[in-house]
Protein backbone atom coordinates (compact mmCIF):
# COMPACT_ATOMS: atom_id res chain seq x y z
CA UNK A 1 0.00 0.00 0.00
CA UNK A 2 1.17 3.33 -0.61
CA UNK A 3 4.16 4.71 2.07
CA UNK A 4 2.96 8.28 3.67
CA UNK A 5 5.45 10.92 3.80
CA UNK A 6 5.96 14.75 4.75
CA UNK A 7 5.71 16.75 1.52
CA UNK A 8 8.25 19.14 2.99
CA UNK A 9 10.78 16.48 2.29
CA UNK A 10 10.56 17.05 -1.09
CA UNK A 11 13.03 19.58 -3.29
CA UNK A 12 11.81 22.96 -4.70
CA UNK A 13 11.39 20.86 -7.61
CA UNK A 14 8.91 18.41 -5.87
CA UNK A 15 11.45 15.32 -6.59
CA UNK A 16 12.60 13.39 -3.73
CA UNK A 17 16.57 13.12 -2.29
CA UNK A 18 18.30 10.00 -2.78
CA UNK A 19 18.07 9.87 1.34
CA UNK A 20 14.41 10.22 1.22
CA UNK A 21 13.97 7.38 -1.42
CA UNK A 22 16.33 4.90 0.20
CA UNK A 23 14.25 5.02 3.27
CA UNK A 24 11.10 4.46 0.95
CA UNK A 25 12.71 1.54 -0.71
CA UNK A 26 13.65 0.01 2.91
CA UNK A 27 10.03 0.27 4.16
CA UNK A 28 8.68 -1.05 1.05
CA UNK A 29 11.36 -3.96 1.29
CA UNK A 30 9.54 -5.34 4.73
CA UNK A 31 6.49 -6.07 2.75
CA UNK A 32 8.53 -8.73 0.04
CA UNK A 33 8.09 -11.41 2.67
CA UNK A 34 4.56 -11.01 2.13
CA UNK A 35 4.07 -9.88 -1.26
CA UNK A 36 5.76 -13.01 -2.28
CA UNK A 37 4.01 -15.33 -0.72
CA UNK A 38 1.05 -14.33 -2.00
CA UNK A 39 2.62 -14.76 -5.67
CA UNK A 40 3.40 -17.86 -4.72
CA UNK A 41 0.15 -19.19 -3.50
CA UNK A 42 -1.22 -18.08 -6.28
CA UNK A 43 1.15 -19.72 -8.93
CA UNK A 44 0.68 -23.14 -6.33
CA UNK A 45 4.19 -22.82 -4.68
CA UNK A 46 2.52 -23.61 -1.32
CA UNK A 47 4.39 -24.54 2.15
CA UNK A 48 2.59 -27.77 1.88
CA UNK A 49 5.47 -28.22 -0.89
CA UNK A 50 8.24 -27.71 1.95
CA UNK A 51 6.69 -30.36 4.05
CA UNK A 52 9.07 -32.77 5.56
CA UNK A 53 9.15 -36.01 7.12
CA UNK A 54 11.41 -37.08 10.03
CA UNK A 55 11.16 -40.87 8.40
CA UNK A 56 12.18 -40.37 4.99
CA UNK A 57 11.11 -43.39 4.02
CA UNK A 58 7.43 -42.73 4.85
CA UNK A 59 5.22 -41.41 1.99
CA UNK A 60 5.52 -37.84 1.82
CA UNK A 61 2.88 -36.51 -0.78
CA UNK A 62 2.79 -32.84 -1.23
CA UNK A 63 -0.61 -31.84 -2.74
CA UNK A 64 -1.68 -28.57 -3.94
CA UNK A 65 -4.87 -28.15 -3.93
CA UNK A 66 -5.06 -24.02 -5.38
CA UNK A 67 -8.09 -22.83 -4.05
CA UNK A 68 -6.06 -19.49 -4.20
CA UNK A 69 -6.05 -19.49 -8.25
CA UNK A 70 -9.50 -20.22 -8.45
CA UNK A 71 -10.96 -17.59 -5.68
CA UNK A 72 -8.35 -14.76 -7.98
CA UNK A 73 -9.48 -16.06 -11.19
CA UNK A 74 -13.30 -15.89 -10.75
CA UNK A 75 -13.48 -12.77 -8.78
CA UNK A 76 -11.78 -11.02 -12.00
CA UNK A 77 -13.62 -12.61 -14.42
CA UNK A 78 -17.02 -12.20 -13.17
CA UNK A 79 -15.73 -8.63 -12.46
CA UNK A 80 -13.91 -7.48 -15.86
CA UNK A 81 -15.60 -10.44 -17.63
CA UNK A 82 -16.93 -7.71 -19.44
CA UNK A 83 -15.16 -4.08 -20.88
CA UNK A 84 -15.49 -1.16 -18.28
CA UNK A 85 -17.44 1.18 -20.97
CA UNK A 86 -16.80 5.08 -21.03
CA UNK A 87 -19.88 7.81 -21.69
CA UNK A 88 -20.21 11.48 -21.10
CA UNK A 89 -23.00 13.29 -19.94
CA UNK A 90 -24.94 15.44 -22.12
CA UNK A 91 -24.71 19.37 -22.05
CA UNK A 92 -27.09 22.22 -22.92
CA UNK A 93 -25.71 24.70 -25.66
CA UNK A 94 -27.18 26.68 -28.02
CA UNK A 95 -27.35 24.42 -30.83
CA UNK A 96 -29.45 22.32 -28.20
CA UNK A 97 -28.27 18.96 -26.51
CA UNK A 98 -25.32 17.22 -27.30
CA UNK A 99 -22.95 14.70 -25.67
CA UNK A 100 -18.77 15.56 -25.15
CA UNK A 101 -16.59 14.17 -27.71
CA UNK A 102 -14.24 11.94 -25.99
CA UNK A 103 -12.97 10.34 -29.40
CA UNK A 104 -9.20 10.49 -28.42
CA UNK A 105 -9.42 8.96 -24.65
CA UNK A 106 -12.05 5.58 -26.76
CA UNK A 107 -9.75 5.13 -29.42
CA UNK A 108 -6.58 5.52 -27.60
CA UNK A 109 -8.35 2.25 -25.00
CA UNK A 110 -9.01 0.91 -28.34
CA UNK A 111 -5.09 1.31 -29.74
CA UNK A 112 -3.59 -0.14 -26.56
CA UNK A 113 -6.54 -2.86 -25.51
CA UNK A 114 -7.30 -1.59 -22.52
CA UNK A 115 -9.89 -4.11 -21.67
CA UNK A 116 -6.62 -6.88 -20.99
CA UNK A 117 -4.97 -4.33 -19.42
CA UNK A 118 -7.54 -3.69 -16.80
CA UNK A 119 -7.92 -7.66 -16.61
CA UNK A 120 -4.37 -7.96 -15.39
CA UNK A 121 -4.23 -5.09 -13.27
CA UNK A 122 -7.62 -6.78 -11.57
CA UNK A 123 -5.64 -9.92 -11.11
CA UNK A 124 -2.57 -7.86 -9.13
CA UNK A 125 -5.35 -6.05 -7.09
CA UNK A 126 -6.50 -9.78 -6.20
CA UNK A 127 -3.64 -11.15 -5.34
CA UNK A 128 -1.72 -8.49 -3.59
CA UNK A 129 -4.89 -6.50 -2.31
CA UNK A 130 -3.14 -3.41 -4.77
CA UNK A 131 -2.06 -2.82 -8.15
CA UNK A 132 0.19 -0.43 -9.89
CA UNK A 133 -0.55 1.06 -12.97
CA UNK A 134 2.00 3.64 -15.32
CA UNK A 135 0.76 5.31 -18.02
CA UNK A 136 3.48 6.63 -20.34
CA UNK A 137 3.64 8.50 -24.25
CA UNK A 138 4.68 6.69 -26.63
CA UNK A 139 7.17 7.40 -29.37
CA UNK A 140 5.20 7.59 -32.22
CA UNK A 141 5.34 10.25 -34.56
CA UNK A 142 1.87 11.29 -32.59
CA UNK A 143 2.00 9.48 -29.89
CA UNK A 144 -0.83 8.57 -27.46
CA UNK A 145 -0.87 6.97 -23.99
CA UNK A 146 0.26 3.28 -23.01
CA UNK A 147 -0.35 1.68 -20.10
CA UNK A 148 2.02 -0.31 -17.76
CA UNK A 149 1.14 -2.49 -15.09
CA UNK A 150 4.07 -2.47 -12.45
CA UNK A 151 4.83 -5.51 -9.99
CA UNK A 152 3.75 -4.39 -6.30
CA UNK A 153 7.00 -6.24 -5.45
CA UNK A 154 9.11 -3.73 -7.63
CA UNK A 155 6.96 -0.72 -6.87
CA UNK A 156 5.46 1.74 -4.93
CA UNK A 157 3.53 5.15 -4.72
CA UNK A 158 4.25 8.00 -1.81
CA UNK A 159 1.56 10.46 -0.69
CA UNK A 160 1.43 13.20 1.89
CA UNK A 161 0.29 12.95 5.31
CA UNK A 162 -2.70 15.35 4.31
CA UNK A 163 -6.36 13.91 4.82
CA UNK A 164 -6.51 14.77 1.12
CA UNK A 165 -3.03 11.92 0.80
CA UNK A 166 -2.02 13.83 -2.56
CA UNK A 167 0.57 11.77 -4.31
CA UNK A 168 3.91 12.83 -4.46
CA UNK A 169 5.96 10.28 -6.29
CA UNK A 170 6.14 6.77 -7.87
CA UNK A 171 9.02 4.27 -7.78
CA UNK A 172 9.67 1.37 -9.81
CA UNK A 173 12.94 -0.28 -8.74
CA UNK A 174 14.20 -3.54 -10.01
CA UNK A 175 17.86 -5.26 -10.02
CA UNK A 176 19.46 -6.05 -13.49
CA UNK A 177 22.07 -8.92 -14.14
CA UNK A 178 25.00 -9.22 -16.62
CA UNK A 179 25.09 -11.74 -18.96
CA UNK A 180 26.64 -14.27 -16.55
CA UNK A 181 23.72 -13.57 -14.40
CA UNK A 182 25.53 -11.66 -12.03
CA UNK A 183 23.76 -8.62 -10.22
CA UNK A 184 25.12 -5.48 -12.15
CA UNK A 185 23.39 -2.74 -10.62
CA UNK A 186 19.71 -1.12 -9.26
CA UNK A 187 17.84 1.15 -11.51
CA UNK A 188 15.56 2.76 -10.00
CA UNK A 189 12.77 4.90 -11.58
CA UNK A 190 11.23 8.00 -10.22
CA UNK A 191 8.00 9.86 -11.13
CA UNK A 192 7.02 13.10 -9.97
CA UNK A 193 4.12 15.40 -11.20
CA UNK A 194 6.50 17.20 -13.85
CA UNK A 195 9.14 14.91 -14.28
CA UNK A 196 10.68 11.35 -14.56
CA UNK A 197 14.71 10.45 -13.09
CA UNK A 198 16.13 7.38 -13.55
CA UNK A 199 18.87 6.47 -11.00
CA UNK A 200 21.71 3.69 -10.57
CA UNK A 201 22.80 1.92 -7.96
CA UNK A 202 25.19 -0.69 -6.80
CA UNK A 203 23.72 -0.78 -3.48
CA UNK A 204 20.37 0.32 -2.57
CA UNK A 205 20.87 0.57 0.80
CA UNK A 206 23.61 3.44 0.59
CA UNK A 207 21.85 6.51 -0.91
CA UNK A 208 25.68 8.23 -1.35
CA UNK A 209 25.43 5.34 -4.45
CA UNK A 210 22.02 7.21 -6.36
CA UNK A 211 23.67 7.96 -9.58
CA UNK A 212 21.38 10.37 -11.54
CA UNK A 213 21.27 8.84 -15.19
CA UNK A 214 18.40 10.50 -16.72
CA UNK A 215 15.62 13.19 -16.13
CA UNK A 216 12.96 14.26 -18.09
CA UNK A 217 9.88 16.03 -18.43
CA UNK A 218 6.34 14.50 -18.78
CA UNK A 219 3.06 15.99 -19.72
CA UNK A 220 0.47 14.72 -17.84
CA UNK A 221 0.56 17.48 -14.99
CA UNK A 222 0.23 15.17 -12.32
CA UNK A 223 2.31 12.29 -10.79
CA UNK A 224 1.77 9.20 -13.92
CA UNK A 225 1.50 6.79 -11.00
CA UNK A 226 -1.80 5.00 -10.21
CA UNK A 227 -2.58 2.55 -7.07
CA UNK A 228 -5.60 0.64 -7.32
CA UNK A 229 -6.83 -0.54 -3.76
CA UNK A 230 -8.67 -3.95 -3.68
CA UNK A 231 -10.09 -3.20 -0.38
CA UNK A 232 -9.45 -0.49 2.19
CA UNK A 233 -7.51 -2.94 4.23
CA UNK A 234 -5.41 -3.72 1.14
CA UNK A 235 -5.44 -7.44 1.00
CA UNK A 236 -5.78 -10.26 -1.18
CA UNK A 237 -9.11 -11.60 -1.85
CA UNK A 238 -7.25 -15.06 -0.74
CA UNK A 239 -4.98 -13.80 2.26
CA UNK A 240 -6.97 -14.58 4.92
CA UNK A 241 -7.91 -18.03 4.08
CA UNK A 242 -4.52 -19.07 3.35
CA UNK A 243 -4.67 -20.73 7.24
CA UNK A 244 -7.78 -22.82 5.54
CA UNK A 245 -6.01 -23.56 2.36
CA UNK A 246 -3.13 -24.78 4.19
CA UNK A 247 -5.25 -27.39 6.39
CA UNK A 248 -6.66 -28.40 2.96
CA UNK A 249 -3.44 -29.25 1.23
CA UNK A 250 -2.36 -31.26 4.28
CA UNK A 251 -5.28 -33.24 4.63
CA UNK A 252 -5.58 -34.21 1.02
CA UNK A 253 -1.46 -35.45 1.20
CA UNK A 254 -2.33 -37.20 4.02
CA UNK A 255 -5.22 -38.74 2.51
CA UNK A 256 -2.96 -40.32 -0.48
CA UNK A 257 -0.40 -40.85 1.75
CA UNK A 258 -2.50 -43.34 3.93
CA UNK A 259 -3.86 -44.51 0.97
CA UNK A 260 -0.02 -45.67 0.33
CA UNK A 261 0.84 -46.87 3.91
CA UNK A 262 -2.29 -49.34 3.57
CA UNK A 263 -0.83 -50.50 0.20
CA UNK A 264 2.59 -50.92 1.84
CA UNK A 265 1.05 -52.30 5.27
CA UNK A 266 3.45 -54.33 7.02
CA UNK A 267 3.03 -58.34 6.86
CA UNK A 268 3.46 -60.16 10.39
CA UNK A 269 4.17 -63.81 10.60
CA UNK A 270 3.04 -65.68 13.52
CA UNK A 271 4.20 -68.87 14.27
CA UNK A 272 6.42 -69.55 11.95
CA UNK A 273 9.93 -67.96 10.65
CA UNK A 274 11.30 -66.72 6.96
CA UNK A 275 14.54 -68.13 7.84
CA UNK A 276 17.59 -68.77 9.82
CA UNK A 277 20.33 -65.76 9.23
CA UNK A 278 19.65 -62.51 7.03
CA UNK A 279 19.83 -64.40 3.80
CA UNK A 280 17.58 -67.17 3.93
CA UNK A 281 14.71 -64.91 4.86
CA UNK A 282 15.36 -62.53 2.02
CA UNK A 283 15.27 -65.06 -0.23
CA UNK A 284 12.11 -65.99 1.40
CA UNK A 285 10.61 -62.21 0.82
CA UNK A 286 11.65 -61.96 -2.52
CA UNK A 287 10.27 -64.98 -3.25
CA UNK A 288 6.73 -64.07 -1.76
CA UNK A 289 6.88 -60.76 -3.69
CA UNK A 290 7.12 -62.71 -6.91
CA UNK A 291 4.76 -65.73 -6.54
CA UNK A 292 2.41 -64.24 -4.03
CA UNK A 293 2.07 -67.08 -2.47
CA UNK A 294 3.40 -67.97 1.91
CA UNK A 295 3.64 -71.32 2.80
CA UNK A 296 3.07 -71.69 6.62
CA UNK A 297 2.89 -74.31 9.23
CA UNK A 298 -0.65 -75.70 10.64
CA UNK A 299 -0.48 -73.33 13.65
CA UNK A 300 1.08 -70.22 12.00
CA UNK A 301 -1.00 -67.38 10.84
CA UNK A 302 -0.12 -64.48 8.39
CA UNK A 303 -2.01 -60.44 8.50
CA UNK A 304 -1.31 -57.55 7.80
CA UNK A 305 -0.55 -54.68 10.48
CA UNK A 306 -2.60 -51.34 9.13
CA UNK A 307 -3.53 -48.36 9.91
CA UNK A 308 -6.92 -48.04 10.40
CA UNK A 309 -9.16 -44.55 9.33
CA UNK A 310 -12.02 -43.65 8.86
CA UNK A 311 -12.83 -42.20 5.33
CA UNK A 312 -16.16 -40.57 6.04
CA UNK A 313 -14.95 -39.05 8.91
CA UNK A 314 -12.05 -37.61 6.31
CA UNK A 315 -14.44 -36.53 3.84
CA UNK A 316 -16.94 -34.50 6.32
CA UNK A 317 -13.62 -32.67 7.36
CA UNK A 318 -12.55 -31.72 3.51
CA UNK A 319 -16.39 -30.47 3.05
CA UNK A 320 -16.31 -28.64 6.20
CA UNK A 321 -12.72 -27.22 4.71
CA UNK A 322 -14.18 -26.26 1.74
CA UNK A 323 -17.02 -24.74 2.78
CA UNK A 324 -15.08 -22.50 5.17
CA UNK A 325 -12.91 -21.74 2.41
CA UNK A 326 -15.73 -20.30 0.16
CA UNK A 327 -17.12 -18.69 2.92
CA UNK A 328 -14.47 -16.44 4.61
CA UNK A 329 -13.03 -15.24 1.27
CA UNK A 330 -17.10 -14.76 -0.01
CA UNK A 331 -15.27 -16.39 -3.51
CA UNK A 332 -18.73 -19.23 -4.29
CA UNK A 333 -17.43 -22.57 -5.42
CA UNK A 334 -19.76 -22.75 -8.41
CA UNK A 335 -19.42 -26.33 -8.81
CA UNK A 336 -21.26 -27.19 -5.47
CA UNK A 337 -24.65 -28.72 -5.53
CA UNK A 338 -26.32 -25.51 -4.54
CA UNK A 339 -25.41 -23.83 -8.59
CA UNK A 340 -26.16 -27.02 -10.11
CA UNK A 341 -30.66 -26.54 -9.54
CA UNK A 342 -32.81 -24.65 -11.30
CA UNK A 343 -33.64 -22.32 -9.14
CA UNK A 344 -34.94 -18.71 -10.09
CA UNK A 345 -32.60 -15.81 -10.66
CA UNK A 346 -33.59 -14.20 -7.69
CA UNK A 347 -32.60 -17.41 -5.48
CA UNK A 348 -29.58 -17.24 -7.56
CA UNK A 349 -29.27 -13.57 -6.77
CA UNK A 350 -29.59 -14.51 -3.42
CA UNK A 351 -26.15 -17.29 -3.25
CA UNK A 352 -24.38 -14.52 -4.73
CA UNK A 353 -25.07 -11.84 -2.43
CA UNK A 354 -21.89 -12.21 -0.47
CA UNK A 355 -20.18 -12.41 -3.61
CA UNK A 356 -21.39 -9.46 -5.02
CA UNK A 357 -20.69 -7.21 -2.46
CA UNK A 358 -17.19 -8.12 -2.11
CA UNK A 359 -17.39 -6.99 -5.82
CA UNK A 360 -19.32 -3.90 -5.29
CA UNK A 361 -16.37 -3.18 -2.56
CA UNK A 362 -14.17 -3.75 -5.05
CA UNK A 363 -15.30 -2.08 -7.92
CA UNK A 364 -15.61 1.03 -5.93
CA UNK A 365 -11.99 1.37 -5.15
CA UNK A 366 -11.18 0.27 -8.89
CA UNK A 367 -13.46 3.14 -10.16
CA UNK A 368 -11.53 5.84 -8.12
CA UNK A 369 -8.29 4.63 -10.14
CA UNK A 370 -9.96 4.50 -13.09
CA UNK A 371 -11.00 8.53 -12.69
CA UNK A 372 -7.63 9.38 -12.04
CA UNK A 373 -6.67 7.46 -15.00
CA UNK A 374 -9.23 9.92 -17.05
CA UNK A 375 -7.40 12.86 -15.14
CA UNK A 376 -4.12 11.94 -16.40
CA UNK A 377 -5.08 11.50 -19.94
CA UNK A 378 -7.86 14.70 -20.34
CA UNK A 379 -4.38 16.57 -19.33
CA UNK A 380 -2.37 14.63 -21.77
CA UNK A 381 -4.91 15.67 -24.79
CA UNK A 382 -5.68 18.92 -23.41
CA UNK A 383 -2.22 20.18 -24.03
CA UNK A 384 -2.83 18.67 -27.98
CA UNK A 385 -5.86 21.48 -28.13
CA UNK A 386 -8.66 19.08 -27.17
CA UNK A 387 -10.84 20.10 -24.91
CA UNK A 388 -11.88 17.19 -22.52
CA UNK A 389 -12.87 17.09 -18.57
CA UNK A 390 -12.44 14.15 -17.04
CA UNK A 391 -15.59 15.27 -14.62
CA UNK A 392 -18.08 14.82 -17.48
CA UNK A 393 -17.26 10.99 -18.18
CA UNK A 394 -19.07 8.33 -16.85
CA UNK A 395 -17.92 5.05 -16.18
CA UNK A 396 -20.00 1.85 -16.06
CA UNK A 397 -19.49 -1.39 -15.59
CA UNK A 398 -21.16 -4.61 -15.74
CA UNK A 399 -20.86 -8.13 -14.20
CA UNK A 400 -20.39 -11.46 -16.08
CA UNK A 401 -23.47 -13.23 -15.33
CA UNK A 402 -24.40 -16.40 -17.74
CA UNK A 403 -28.41 -15.41 -18.43
CA UNK A 404 -31.19 -17.11 -18.08
CA UNK A 405 -32.82 -17.19 -21.63
CA UNK A 406 -35.97 -19.14 -20.53
CA UNK A 407 -36.56 -17.00 -17.49
CA UNK A 408 -36.49 -13.70 -19.53
CA UNK A 409 -38.92 -15.48 -22.29
CA UNK A 410 -41.54 -16.73 -20.03
CA UNK A 411 -41.33 -13.29 -18.54
CA UNK A 412 -41.87 -11.74 -21.65
CA UNK A 413 -44.15 -13.75 -22.56
CA UNK A 414 -46.45 -13.50 -19.28
CA UNK A 415 -45.95 -9.31 -19.86
CA UNK A 416 -47.50 -9.92 -23.45
Given at each position: ?200 SKVLEEPNTYTLVEEEE ?82 AQALYLQKAFDESSVEI ?100
Open positions: MALIRDADLLSEDGSPSAALLRNCIGEHKKELGRLKKLHDYYYGDHDIKNRTRSNEKAPNNKLVCNHAEYIVDMSTGYFLGNPVKYKTESIDSDSGTKELDITPITDNFKDVDIHSHDVELDRDRSIYGIALELPFATDDESPIIDFAEISPEHGFLVIDDTVKHKSLFGVNYYPQYDVNGILSNYVINVYTSNKYYKYKHYFGMVPFIEYKNKKSCQGDFEQVISLIDAYNVLQSDRVNDKEQFVNAILVVIGASFGDDSEEVSETVKTLRDLGVLELPHDLKKSLKDDIHEFSKVPCLSDANFASTDSGVALAYKLLAFEMLIKQKENFFRQGLKQRLKLMCNFYNIKGFNLDPGCIDIEMSRSLPINRTELINMVVALA
